[in-house]
T-cell receptor, first 116, second 114 residues
């Protein structure tokens, strides 16, 4: 079963606007970490933000914030004041804390295009 | 210098060739990973090394052979690959293997099998 679901294959946003990228996850492990990565066309996977399952507050890193709704099992990424350089693929990922191995489980990604 | 460096960036090889992918991390991390990214599929974990010891092999065919001589270097030796092995191969590292440790990735090697 898919552990990470990203339902938006592609999104458009105008420069300087905010955009929300959706991510839902599936786990029965009480301990887990949620991550967002950005992948430009060059290929590098760039770590953006982390949210732990026990964290009481939503994570923020500069223009990135994570809207963590634990009961709904969602971890949406909000990018404020979009810039042209934000155009890229965005991946949501989860790592479980139990005996499920070392893998980061990735979603299929959302392609974001920022327009002038 | 970037934290995780992969060479080469691009590789084209025939099915009978032998080649190696190299990954080096300058972050002082103890865990290193190989991932495969194929078109229209989520990233797939291939191998994990923790303190130079292989801790996970995700049912990867034997034509892929990893090597981790020390905590900073990771290799993926390739032999007799198939066309379906064409993909972006990403190396990553993390401080430790815990679930709250972000993995930092290199730029990847784009591999094409003729």
């Amino acid at each position: 079963a898919q552990k990470i679901t990203q339902t938006q294959p592609g999104m458009f946003v105008q420069e300087k606007e905010a955009v929300t990228l959706d991510c839902t996850y599936d786990t029965s492990d009480p301990s887990y970490g949620l991550f967002w990565y950005k992948q430009p066309s060059s290929g590098e996977m760039i770590f953006l933000i982390y949210q732990g399952s026990y964290d009481q507050q939503n994570a923020t890193e500069g223009r990135y914030s994570l809207n963590f709704q634990k009961a709904r099992k969602s971890a949406n990424l909000v990018i404020s004041a979009s810039q042209l350089g934000d155009s890229a693929m965005y991946f949501c990922a989860m790592r479980e804390g139990g005996n499920s191995g070392y893998a980061l489980n990735f979603g299929k990604g959302t392609s974001l295009l920022v327009t002038p | 210098e970037t934290g995780v460096t992969q060479t080469p960036r691009h590789l084209v090889m025939g099915m009978t060739n032998k080649k190696s992918l190299k990954c080096e991390q300058h972050l002082g991390h103890n865990a290193m990973y190989w991932y495969k990214q194929s078109a229209k599929k989520p990233l797939e974990l291939m191998f994990v090394y923790n303190f130079k010891e292989q801790t996970e092999n995700n049912s990867v065919p034997s034509r892929f052979s990893p090597e981790c001589p020390n905590s900073s270097h990771l290799f993926l030796h390739l032999h007799t690959l198939q066309p379906e092995d064409s993909a972006l191969y990403l190396c990553a590292s993390s401080q430790e293997w815990g679930f709250n440790q972000p993995q930092h990735f290199g730029d990847g090697t784009r591999l094409s099998i003729l």
